[in-house]
């Protein structure tokens, strides 16, 4: 199976049960948006840091490498991704996520909701996969 482009969901194919296995984990190099819930789940934050002030956390957390941005408008963090546009929690050996027990809830829904509900960029990789 040939990988599809991770920008282009038009060339994604229909999830199944099963795709996972084997994936290069196409999904991990998309855009990761997180709340302060995400945040406080994976432990970069306490409650009380996300209780005081998100702009202070993003400042801690952009200065620590894990976010690329915040968004006040909607109180998003967009978590930083490698030159590759891998998601910082992907193992890049194996493709595995790192953090799978506290991974954000997006990570959780894909691709059931997503930029195609339903599809992925699922593609053969040299190691294996399963992380969604
Ligand atoms: S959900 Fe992610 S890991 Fe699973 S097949 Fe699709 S791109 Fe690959
Ligand atoms: S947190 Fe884990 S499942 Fe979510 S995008 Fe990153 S590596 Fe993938």
Redesign the pocket.
């Known amino acids: 199976m040939n990988r599809a482009d991770p920008q282009k969901p038009s060339t994604w194919r229909p999830y199944k049960s099963g795709l996972c296995e084997g994936c290069w984990?196409g999904?991990?190099t998309l855009p990761?948006e997180t709340s302060a819930y995400d945040l406080i789940r994976l432990g970069v934050i306490t409650e009380d840091e996300a209780a005081s002030s998100l702009r202070k956390v993003a400042k801690k957390l952009s200065k620590e490498g894990i976010i690329q941005s915040y968004h006040a408008n909607n109180g998003l963090f967009i978590?930083e991704q490698r030159v590759n546009g891998d998601?910082i929690?992907?193992d890049e050996k194996t493709r595995l996520?790192?953090?799978?027990e506290k991974?954000?809830e997006v990570?959780r829904t894909f691709p059931k909701i997503g930029p195609r509900p339903g599809h992925c960029p699922a593609g053969k990789a040299q190691t294996r996969k399963g992380?969604?």
């Open positions: 984990a999904c991990c990761l978590i998601c929690f992907l996520c790192t953090v799978y991974r954000p990570c992380s969604t």
